[in-house]
């Protein structure tokens, strides 16, 4: 099969540089584009990441090649793709907010999709927030974004933020099983990776916990209801349920974010054994298509009492699983777990990729 050329926004970051190294043998997607920041234009990708290679796995010879076109220059991208070098971008830009949401629609209008890892279009109405597992319907959004905005094969869609992909996809097996959650807190344990390079201080954060991520709490209780909403109305309308309180605290811990959460239940609350049953038999439409990176099991139950733990279960299954740990009644809510996945993989970069197969399949890229 041919490969679909896409192109990758940030692609010198920490989620740039992973999405390089995990399409590199993707069976359906290549990069044949790659750009970031003016001070990274104009070189070959090998030097301009030389000396800040985050990662064990490397990228192929011919990527090297490729010059590292200026993301803020949309042009270059539209002549990529007329060369057909880029059927479509992943963006993964550290920039303003305001920058990042005129840039992305820029692209979009130019007839480029674009597979976004950043928040500024989270709470666009139109834009759907996918978690390939809970919400593949949200993508009928799409073709309401483009008539409102008369763009043509061009359309944003986005990621969650990577705090909640330990959590999300439990919550969501449960509810479609018909347990109602109604009240949830959250506390997390966030990986450095997911501030990015060089992100927090070696002296803030070595030997040490800090317990702030600025705008993680709010982003952590709130997305959650825009993925469990229903496409209503030319958008997405939010869901009232759960009723999250997130602490987001920032730990010495290289990759995988943990969270660890209490719940409430509605009138109908299943046993820790029907719990843990759930999620061991959740499968949904990435598994049932067997899309490339769906995990084959997309919740991991563990059953000892010390796992899950970021090193040990972080990269399960691709890194795309969610592992989850310590099910046990709770004596405040009902029941509370440990949650722990992979923040720069399923909760980036990997997840993306899904997103993307999603689309493909769908017909919406490709
Ligand atoms: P990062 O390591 O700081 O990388 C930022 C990227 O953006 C680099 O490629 C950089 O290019 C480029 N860039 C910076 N300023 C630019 C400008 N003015 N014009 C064009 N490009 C510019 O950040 P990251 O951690 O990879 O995060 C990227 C995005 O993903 C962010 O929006 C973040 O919120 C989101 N995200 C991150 C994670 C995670 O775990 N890290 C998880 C989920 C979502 P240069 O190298 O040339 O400076």
């Given at each position: ?5 896409v192109g990758?926004?940030g ?17 359906w ?7 970031a920041?003016?001070?990274s234009a ?10 800040r290679w985050h990662l064990?796995?490397?990228?192929k010879?011919a990527?090297g090649?490729?010059?590292v076109a200026d993301?803020n ?17 992943f963006?993964a ?5 305001d ?7 820029a692209y979009?209008?130019?007839g480029i ?10 709470w ?8 390939a597992?809970v919400?593949p ?6 073709p309401l974004?483009?008539k409102a ?13 990577c705090?909640?992909?330990?959590y999300?996809t439990p919550?969501y ?5 018909g347990f109602e959650i109604?009240?949830a807190v ?5 990986a450095?990776s ?5 992100g ?6 070595i030997?040490?916990?800090?317990p702030?991520?600025?705008?993680e ?12 909403g ?8 939010n869901a009232?349920f ?5 602490h ?12 660890c959460v209490s719940?409430?239940f509605g009138?109908k609350?299943p046993s820790?054994e ?9 499968k949904a439409?990435?598994?049932?298509m067997?899309?490339p990176f769906?995990?084959v099991?997309?919740i ?5 009492d010390?796992r899950?733990?970021p090193?040990k279960?972080?990269?399960a299954?691709k890194?795309m699983a ?6 046990r009644p709770c004596?405040?809510f009902?029941?509370r777990?440990v949650?722990?996945?992979h ?6 970069a990997?997840?993306?990729?899904l997103?993307?197969e ?5 017909g919406?890229?490709?």
């Amino acid at each position: 099969m041919r490969k679909i050329p896409v192109g990758v926004l940030g692609a010198t970051g920490m989620v740039g540089q992973n999405y390089i190294a995990l399409l590199s043998d993707h069976p359906w997607f290549e990069p044949r584009f790659v750009a970031a920041s003016p001070r990274s234009a104009g070189k070959p990708y090998k030097e301009a990441v030389a000396g800040r290679w985050h990662l064990e796995k490397t990228y192929k010879a011919a990527t090297g090649e490729l010059v590292v076109a200026d993301a803020n220059d949309v042009s270059t991208a539209v002549e990529a793709s007329k060369r057909g070098d880029c059927a479509f971008v992943f963006s993964a830009l550290e920039m303003g907010k305001d920058e990042i949401k005129a840039l992305e629609e820029a692209y979009a209008a130019a007839g480029i999709p674009v597979i976004s890892n950043a928040s500024a279009h989270r709470w666009t109405p139109d834009v759907p927030m996918l978690i390939a597992e809970v919400n593949p319907h949200h993508t009928d959004v799409i073709p309401l974004q483009q008539k409102a905005r008369g763009w043509g094969k061009g359309f944003i869609a986005v990621k969650p933020n990577c705090s909640i992909q330990s959590y999300m996809t439990p919550f969501y097996a449960l509810i479609e099983a018909g347990f109602e959650i109604r009240r949830a807190v959250v506390a997390t344990l966030q990986a450095v990776s997911g501030a990015g390079y060089p992100g927090v201080a070696s002296l803030d954060i070595i030997g040490n916990v800090v317990p702030f991520i600025g705008g993680e709490e709010e982003k952590s209780e709130k997305e959650p209801l825009k993925i469990l909403g229903a496409v209503s109305g030319g958008g997405i309308a939010n869901a009232e349920f759960p009723r999250i309180a997130a602490h987001c605290n920032r730990v010495p811990v290289v990759d995988g974010h943990t969270a660890c959460v209490s719940m409430e239940f509605g009138e109908k609350k299943p046993s820790i054994e029907e719990i843990k049953r759930i999620w061991r038999n959740f499968k949904a439409l990435p598994q049932e298509m067997n899309l490339p990176f769906a995990p084959v099991q997309p919740i991991i139950v563990r059953d000892e009492d010390n796992r899950p733990q970021p090193r040990k279960d972080g990269g399960a299954d691709k890194a795309m699983a969610v592992t989850v740990g310590r099910v046990r009644p709770c004596p405040v809510f009902d029941a509370r777990f440990v949650g722990c996945s992979h923040n720069t993989v399923r909760g980036a970069a990997g997840g993306g990729i899904l997103n993307a197969e999603l689309l493909k399949v769908k017909g919406y890229v490709g």
